[in-house]
Nanobody
Framework: QVQLVESGGGLVQAGGSLRLSCAASGRTFSSYAMGWFRQAPGKEREFVAA????????YYADSVKGRFTISRGNAKNTVFLQMNSLKPEDTAVYYC?????????????????WGQGTQVTVSS
């Protein structure tokens, strides 16, 4: 059974940092592209960042470019999202997602595996 488990969310003041982690189990995700999405109350789920199976390619939403960094662990079954200079508008539930195809994707429909999400709240 495939499982993605996010951790690292919490409450932080504007300008602060958080590091989210996503651990994959039940399948070897080393050949999968991975992504982070977020969903704020009353809004649609939106793309945040993606990383290729090798970790050699990354892609970011314009709203987080220069502030967030996506990376993979050495075993490739762990994905991280380092979030710096956080803003109140970054407040959302953040989801980790896995895509069978190793190339980058920015649409939720391109990902077949999802975690339960972790709450990130940025206070002003």
């Amino acid at each position: 059974q495939v499982q993605l488990v996010e951790s690292g969310g919490g409450l932080v003041q504007a300008g602060g940092s958080l590091r989210l982690s996503c651990a994959a189990s039940g399948r070897t995700f080393s050949s999968y592209a991975m992504g982070w999405f977020r969903q704020a109350p009353g809004k649609e789920r939106e793309f945040v960042a993606a990383i290729s199976w090798s970790g050699g390619s990354t892609y970011y939403a314009d709203s987080v470019k220069g502030r967030f960094t996506i990376s993979r662990g050495n075993a490739k079954n762990t994905v991280f999202l380092q979030m710096n200079s956080l803003k109140p508008e970054d407040t959302a539930v953040y989801y980790c997602a896995g895509r069978i195809i190793g190339a980058l994707g920015s649409s939720p429909g391109q990902y077949g595996y999802w975690g339960q999400g972790t709450q990130v709240t940025v206070s002003s």
